[in-house]
């Protein structure tokens, strides 16, 4: 199983996917600033792991706080949380972390200060635990969609890098399908400008066997006119109420492709993901990247020196473009205002 993050008595070890797929390289981020700055730097990335890494950094921060007493623990407790909350904006996951780190603080306002700091570590814990569990359980629920033959196209990096391991979202949907015996490729599209799905998804598929073939983004288009791709399955960083969808920029575009083309356009994301609070993709923040992952490629620029750039993280993908979000919970499929609603009103044990 491919480990992307863990908690160790040292600090937060994370496997640092900037370097993929040339090497295979561990850091370990002894403070909640390391933790901070690695998610920032997309040393960790992907929504559902963001979101456990915060919450390991938050936990990290608390049991290494110079606090004598609870107010003081608190007043740190509070700044980790915001500067947390401003690492990346989009993915949903981060919010939904932090705010469950928050309650469990208060739960545990009574009891001793040690007391306090153990139920942290516990909390961030567990939430690696359901994030293993609810990928499983996606991957299941989102198999049984696929083709029993065919060539599966996907964008971005939505695997077990973008998880805290195990199957990943997207890609654990197709892995499972695998596993289930049906017979299927995959093309990766490179995902510019951070080249996640070159990087990061190829890596992954090569490692389970499946075979993977990179295309360029702007060759999508072309290969399902010709009839090679059978279905999209995209990850997500945060899923509107109304089934409006942020996921790495890029996808939009394969979507209204897909559309075109009548070929499915699913999307797997872990029910954390999903912002019930958010009404729409309009009110969804959109994080703006670093010219710098345009104008370079490594060390190497590519873009003359002076021109403007634009850089959004990622798109919002309408709802009227999804054939069906698949989560932990089940399958969602439109009127998504209606069957979201359901899906939120579902209690599920890990």
Known sequence: M???LEWTDDGIRLLDQTKLPTEEVYVTCQTWEEVAEAIKKMIVRGAPAIGVAAAMGIALGARDADAGHLAELR?????????????????????WAIRRMQEKFEQCSEMPLEKV?????AEAQRMYVEDLAANEAMSKHGATLLPSAGAVLT?????????????GTALGVIRAAVESGKKLAVYADETRPFLQGSRLTAWELMKDGIPTTVISDNMAGALMRQ???QAVVVGADRVAANGDVANKIGTYTVAVLAKE????FYVAAPWSTVDMECPDGEHIPIEQRSAREVTH????RIAPEGVRIENPAFDVTPARYVTAIITDRGIAR????ESLKRLSETRVSV
């Open 2 to 4: 491919i480990k992307t």
């Open 75 to 95: 007043r740190e407790f509070e700044h980790i949380c915001e500067e947390m909350g401003g690492t990346r904006p989009t993915a949903v996951n981060l919010f």
């Open 117 to 121: 700091r153990q139920e942290l570590i």
């Open 155 to 167: 964008h971005c990096n939505a695997g077990a890098l973008a998880t805290v391991g195990g199957y």
């Open 227 to 229: 009839g090679k791709i």
């Open 261 to 264: 083309h009548g070929i499915p």
């Open 297 to 300: 490629v490594g060390p190497t």
């Open 334 to 337: 439109p009127p998504y205002g």
